[in-house]
């Protein structure tokens, strides 16, 4: 049934301007929803890569280890445990073919510093869509307010011209234009809920990385890792 309220007729009546934001709007809101699920899922997925972790030290020899973990393309922990073998084995390279670094190139700290380096570039893969969750969280409600006023000026020009305020002429502009608004808030809520559970969970991964790291870091430099005394 038509009626001259709602999203429908906001759209059929709406100029550009009008129309621009609420594309703007919606473009917002699914591509944040594609995010999430997207980035929720990866999360998942690299939260069941944990348990590898154990297959790795049970393994006899660092490569079996290496081959104990699953989907390389994608599994942070592999890389880490890549990353510090090719820094180990360049460090070695380099001690061998140029005697004169062991003076200046102290293994402890070139493992550490690499370890950090192949964490920091992990981490940063972690990022992928954070920011445009913090910026459509920071921006859609204004967006929506813009699309309001502008809509609210455009009811008043036109109860002007008609030379009428009846309040059957004027709820229906008005309320049409005050949807911008939650259709900006409804945009901008889940983008902030998104964003900070993400970025939650990214933390904690990064913190999971960091200790493998460190029992790389003492298995490299002292032959075996730390134990976690459980």
């Known amino acids: 049934m038509n009626t001259p309220f709602g999203i429908a007729n906001l759209w ?3 100029d550009f301007i009008t129309r621009f934001v609420a594309i703007a709007l919606i ?18 997925n690299l939260r069941k890569l944990k348990p590898e972790l154990d297959q790795f030290w049970r393994a006899t020899s660092y490569d079996q280890g290496l081959q104990s973990f699953s989907s390389h393309a994608l599994n942070p922990y592999y890389h880490l445990a890549k990353s510090a073998a090719t820094a180990s084995a360049h460090h070695q390279n380099q001690a061998h073919d140029h005697r004169e670094l062991l003076q200046t190139l102290n293994y ?14 992990i981490a940063a893969g972690f990022q992928k869509g954070l920011t445009f969750l913090g910026s459509t969280g ?17 009811a008043l020009i036109a109860i002007s011209s008609s030379g009428s305020a009846q309040l059957d002429q004027v709820a229906g502009p008005i309320g049409e234009a005050l949807i ?6 409804a945009v901008a809520i889940p983008a902030v809920l998104a964003f900070n559970a993400i970025n939650r969970a990214n933390k904690l991964m990064v913190a999971d990385l960091n200790r493998f790291a460190n029992d790389l870091l003492a298995y490299f ?3 075996a890792r730390v134990k976690s005394g459980e």
């Open 12 to 14: 059929l009546e709406g």
């Open 221 to 223: 430099v002292t032959g």
């Open 27 to 44: 473009i917002c809101s699914i591509v944040t929803w594609v995010i999430l699920l997207s980035r929720f899922w990866e999360l998942r």
């Open 138 to 154: 920071a921006i859609s409600p204004f967006i929506g307010l813009f699309g309001t006023v502008w809509g609210i000026y455009h």
């Open 180 to 185: 911008m608004t939650a259709l900006g808030l």
């Open 108 to 121: 402890s700290e070139w493992m550490a510093r690499s370890l950090k380096n192949s964490i920091d570039g």
